[in-house]
């Protein structure tokens, strides 16, 4: 008789559907508190993914930026459409920007541009963390929500068919045992993924005070040189 050709055989493709049906049957004996548990776990993921890609180190604090522009200062080649590419350029370069903008107006000023700026930067860095945690913090009570919801299916079912039969009490069980299963596997990764990222951005955030601060501690070098050459005209005339 006709062979069946490569990829053909009867039982090809079937794990897959006996598995995706397996899953969709446990979502389903899950009860209703199941669904926002799932849509939970997809919030999450797309946080971390966000989050994870644009705090990138790279992304944060360019290497080198403000090495490149100290050189334009010295070079005394800076002006505005440098400091607006500067803004855009980065969180960095949003705050060396806003420093840069204020440079004629003294340290003081200088710095509280910085600063100001960088409560603003530290907030969009921070953004979505919040919905994170909750989320880390919620999936437990859904989890538990879920546990007592099927715990009082199953005393009905008591109340109505009696204990004589196992099967009465398996459907409000599975119910119970299913949601607490699947709070907690949200829950979990979310709240590790919560702590890394607040960790990293409180780095990127210390990082960034340096860079800052660095660029601040130039200008007042330049300041003092620039002030004794002109105590020493002053001197010599």
Not at 39 to 58: D, F, G, H, N, Y
Not at 129 to 143: Q, R
Request: glycine share 10%; aromatic share 4%.
């Amino acid at each position: 008789g006709a062979r069946d050709g490569p990829g053909e055989g009867p039982g090809r493709g079937r794990p897959r559907t006996v598995s995706c049906r397996a899953m969709w049957e446990i979502i389903l004996a899950g009860g209703p508190v199941m669904w926002p548990i799932i849509m939970c776990s997809v919030v999450a993921a797309a946080i971390v993914l966000e989050r994870l890609w644009t705090l990138q180190p790279k992304r944060v604090i360019p290497r080198e930026l403000t090495d490149r522009i100290w050189k334009l200062v010295e070079s005394q080649s800076l002006n505005d459409r440098h400091i607006d590419a500067l803004a855009v350029n980065s969180p960095l370069g949003r705050v060396l920007a806003a420093g840069l903008a204020n440079r004629d107006q003294g340290r003081e000023i200088m710095k509280e541009a910085i600063e100001d700026t960088g409560r603003h930067v530290v907030h969009e860095l921070e953004r979505f963390l919040g919905t994170l945690g909750t989320i880390a913090a919620v999936s437990p009570l859904l989890g538990l929500l879920g546990t007592v919801t099927g715990m009082i299916q199953a005393f009905d079912a008591i109340s109505r068919e009696g204990v004589g039969d196992p099967r009465v009490l398996s459907g409000g069980i599975g119910t119970a045992l299913i949601t607490t299963a699947a709070g907690l596997i949200v829950a979990i990764p979310s709240l590790f993924a919560y702590r890394y990222l607040r960790g990293l951005v409180d780095v990127l955030v210390v990082d960034m005070e340096k860079e800052a601060m660095k660029l601040v501690r130039a200008f007042d070098q330049m300041e003092r040189r620039s002030g004794r050459g002109a105590r020493r005209r002053e001197a010599a005339s």
